[in-house]
């Protein structure tokens, strides 16, 4: 059974960082994207980055070069690393996984599996 975890959230001041991960467990397939998305409350889930399983990334034009992700093949954890962050990024953080795909989106309708989520405040 395919299951996804994110963990690293928490509080964090204006101008902190964050490092996010997502493991992910019962995955068996060499092709794929995983996809980062937040939701803030009142409003829609939207994509933040994507990582597919030959290392090609993408990113939402907002973040202006603040968020990059990566992967340990290894340990099948997929992370987030956040810098400079704003009140505005607060949100619950997710992951998900499409399997047999091997192009990004950052749509949340191109994903079958999601985790659970972290949450993410940024204040002060």
């Known amino acids: 059974q395919l299951q996804l975890v994110e963990s690293g959230g928490g509080l964090v001041q204006p101008g902190g960082s964050l490092r996010l991960s997502c493991a992910v467990s019962?995955?068996?397939?060499?092709?794929?994207?995983i996809g980062w998305f937040r939701q803030a409350p009142g409003k829609e889930r939207e994509g933040v980055s994507c990582?597919?399983?030959?290392?090609?990334?993408t990113y939402a034009d907002s973040l202006l070069g603040r968020f990059t992700t990566s992967r340990d093949n290894a340990a099948k954890t997929v992370f987030l690393q956040m810098n400079n962050l704003k009140p505005e990024d607060t949100a619950v953080y997710y992951c998900?996984?499409?399997?047999?795909?091997?192009?990004?989106?950052?749509?949340?309708?191109?994903?079958?599996?999601w985790g659970q989520g972290t949450q993410v405040t940024v204040s002060s």
């Open positions: 998900a996984v499409e399997k047999l795909i091997t192009v990004c989106s950052l749509r949340r309708d191109q994903y079958t599996y």
């Open positions: 019962g995955f068996t397939s060499s092709y794929y994207r």
């Open positions: 990582i597919t399983s030959g290392g090609s990334t």
